[in-house]
């Protein structure tokens, strides 16, 4: 399988401040990524995309970054609030198959 | 609108009971997925069906057997599990299976298996 990993399994941001969670990849073929917020007791949602062929894309107050040199995909998260709080998973696409990232575990501390 | 349903919410279970889970959604979606989590990991794939035919099976145990009656819906029955079955069951469903599709997850259901 594929390996698509986080750097860090547990973040703590102080609210209203911008949080970076970070993911890396080791497909270069691989040509689409989504990030995913799962809360406690809910399933993954959807939060932002990107394609190969970008390097950033904008939401509602959240960025992805993707660095296809260094096989590097980040979610910035600005004025993190509370509701922010919960598990950050990267997921890529290679072909048919999607791979999830081992998960970030984001603290908002009001 | 996009939002898969799961049922029931929760369910507990013996080794020797037969149970369902249910998964339902009206996106137009032709892939759905099923997914097993444990706690603090990411989801791992079990199966896949594709315009309503099983396409990935990822070396379930036959404890667990998809069905996928219409375009809409997805079963995932249980039969004589183990209580390291225990999990969170999330279903999943994209418009295609291919490249640059997001899947789209419905709440899950947390199983125990006493």
């Known amino acids: 399988g594929e390996s698509v990993g986080l750097h860090l399994p547990t973040l703590s941001v102080q609210e209203g401040d911008n949080s970076i969670i970070n993911c890396a990849y080791s497909?270069?073929?691989?040509?689409?990524f989504i990030w995913y917020k799962q809360e406690s007791g809910k399933g993954p949602q959807f939060i932002i995309d990107?394609?190969?062929?970008?390097d950033k894309r904008q939401g509602q107050r959240v960025t992805v970054l993707l660095n296809k040199t260094v096989k590097h995909l980040s979610l910035q998260i600005a004025a993190t609030q509370p509701g922010d709080s919960a598990v950050y998973f990267c997921?890529?696409?290679?072909?048919?198959?999607?791979?999830f990232g081992t998960g970030t575990s984001l603290t908002v501390i009001p | 609108d996009t939002e898969v349903t799961q049922t029931p919410k929760h369910l507990v279970m013996g080794m020797t009971n037969k149970k369902s889970l249910k998964c339902e959604q009206h996106?137009?979606?032709?892939?759905m997925y099923w997914y097993k989590q444990k706690a603090k990991k990411p989801p791992e794939l079990m199966f896949v069906?594709?315009?309503?035919?099983?396409?990935i099976n990822e070396s379930v145990p036959s404890r667990f057997s998809p069905e996928c009656p219409n375009s809409s819906l997805l079963n995932l029955h249980l039969h004589a599990l183990q209580p390291e079955d225990s999990a969170l069951y999330l279903c999943?469903?994209?418009?295609?299976?291919?490249?640059?599709?997001?899947?789209?997850f419905g709440p899950g259901t947390r199983l125990t298996v006493l």
């Open positions: 497909n270069s073929a691989s040509d689409y």
């Open positions: 996106m137009g979606h032709r892939a």
């Open positions: 990107i394609r190969s062929n970008m």
């Open positions: 997921a890529e696409n290679t072909g048919n198959q999607f791979y």
């Open positions: 999943a469903s994209s418009q295609d299976r291919g490249t640059l599709l997001t899947q789209y």
């Open positions: 069906y594709s315009y309503e035919k099983l396409s």
